[in-house]
């Protein structure tokens, strides 16, 4: 069951809890902080099963036609296992819920539940924001915040800028990862961004908001900046000239690995920074 729970939640996506995670300690000027820990141990398993469990149970007609379901890309839920991953979502993350209430500052806990709502309305219906255009790669945003709450659980100030330029770089991603997702999607009455833009139309939109998130990432550390331009730049170029889901698909393991360099490249910075008195 373990394992079983373990699939579900898609370990080689935990880059994006995790990773931030870390980083946001960091930006907080905290090389490890033991105040981390219980944090860091809820953004493994625990809410990575909360996003793609539930995820994966009200997709479960799509993902039973969708041939890249069933690997590291997602699991395919069998209906008996419905009320078994609900709740095993309650119970891993239930407990934690309590101690940041009873333990951290209010703020980050408030920042904490926008972060489980927004994933949980991604795909609970009726707001579904997965089945919303816009909206659907808008709401992963969310995947910035532990920039914000972790910072405010340790008692230091989130630095904004990182966080906004991490907030628009998931927007992009989302939207040019569900490029590979259009057929689908778009036979399961579906209406996402890459449905609604079409595969340059999203090219165009993933661009804008990576674009952004260079600006946003040059004012912290130009060198993140520079890497994550060629990064996007070079996803972008290679969709650009082979508009087709087909595409996106075989782009996706590439798109996977991003977070890790840009991630690995970031971190090393902050922690070579800290270590050598020169951040905060």
């Known amino acids: 069951m373990l394992a079983r729970l373990l699939h579900i939640s898609r370990p080689v996506l935990w880059v994006n809890t995790v990773g931030s995670g870390f980083v946001g300690m960091w930006l907080a000027g905290e090389l490890w902080s033991w105040d981390f820990l219980p944090v860091l141990l809820w953004l493994t398993l625990p809410f990575n099963l909360l996003i793609y469990g539930t995820n994966d149970i009200f997709d479960r007609e799509t993902d039973a036609a969708n041939p890249r379901k069933g690997s590291l890309e997602g699991a395919r839920i069998r209906p008996g296992e419905v009320r078994t991953i609900w709740l095993a979502v309650l119970l891993l993350n239930a407990p934690f819920a309590a101690y940041f209430v009873l333990s951290l500052p209010p703020a980050a806990?408030?920042?904490?539940?926008?972060?489980?709502?927004?994933?949980?309305?991604?795909?609970?219906?009726?707001?579904?924001?997965?089945?919303?255009?816009?909206?659907d790669s808008l709401s992963n945003a969310a995947y910035a915040l532990p920039l914000v709450f972790v910072p405010l659980a340790l008692g230091k100030e989130p630095v904004w800028l990182?966080?906004?330029?991490?907030?628009?770089?998931?927007?992009?991603?989302?939207?040019?990862?569900?490029?590979?997702?259009?057929?689908?999607?778009?036979?399961?009455?579906?209406?996402?961004?890459?449905?609604?833009?079409?595969?340059?139309?999203?090219?165009?939109?993933?661009?804008?908001?990576?674009?952004?998130?260079?600006?946003?990432?040059?004012?912290?550390?130009?060198?993140?900046?520079?890497?994550?331009?060629?990064?996007?730049?070079?996803?972008?170029?290679?969709?650009?000239?082979?508009?087709?889901?087909?595409?996106?698909?075989?782009?996706?393991?590439?798109?996977?690995?991003?977070?890790?360099?840009?991630?690995?490249?970031?971190?090393?910075?902050?922690?070579?920074?800290?270590?050598?008195?020169?951040?905060?």
Not at 179 to 188: L, Y
Not at 209 to 219: D, G, P, Q
Request: proline share 8%; aromatic share 12%.
């Open 109 to 135: 806990t408030l920042w904490m539940a926008a972060y489980a709502l927004v994933f949980l309305g991604y795909s609970v219906p009726p707001v579904r924001f997965k089945a919303r255009p816009y909206l």
């Open 162 to 280: 990182a966080a906004l330029g991490l907030m628009s770089w998931s927007v992009a991603k989302h939207a040019f990862d569900a490029v590979q997702d259009i057929r689908e999607d778009r036979r399961a009455g579906i209406s996402t961004t890459p449905v609604r833009l079409g595969v340059r139309g999203t090219v165009v939109w993933s661009g804008v908001w990576w674009a952004l998130a260079c600006v946003l990432f040059a004012a912290v550390s130009p060198p993140v900046a520079l890497l994550n331009a060629a990064g996007a730049g070079a996803l972008l170029l290679a969709l650009w000239r082979e508009p087709h889901p087909t595409t996106g698909h075989r782009l996706y393991p590439y798109s996977i690995a991003f977070p890790y360099v840009a991630g690995t490249a970031a971190g090393m910075l902050l922690v070579g920074a800290l270590s050598l008195g020169v951040y905060p």
